[in-house]
């Protein structure tokens, strides 16, 4: 398994949330995820 940092630059709305994940910005995040004004890190 690779795990990587991933970073979206900016803001989004978090459209959903659930079963260990995100969705947001026409993307699905499993996991947690830190937002800032700066954009969103997972």
Known sequence: ???RD???P???PIDAYG???FRFADMS???S???VP???YG
Do not use: D, L, P, V
């Open 1 to 3: 398994m690779e795990i």
């Open 19 to 21: 079963s260990g994940g």
């Open 29 to 31: 995040h499993r996991g």
């Open 33 to 35: 995820i830190f937002t």
């Open 6 to 8: 991933a970073h979206f």
């Open 38 to 40: 700066s954009g969103i």
């Open 10 to 12: 900016g803001r989004a």
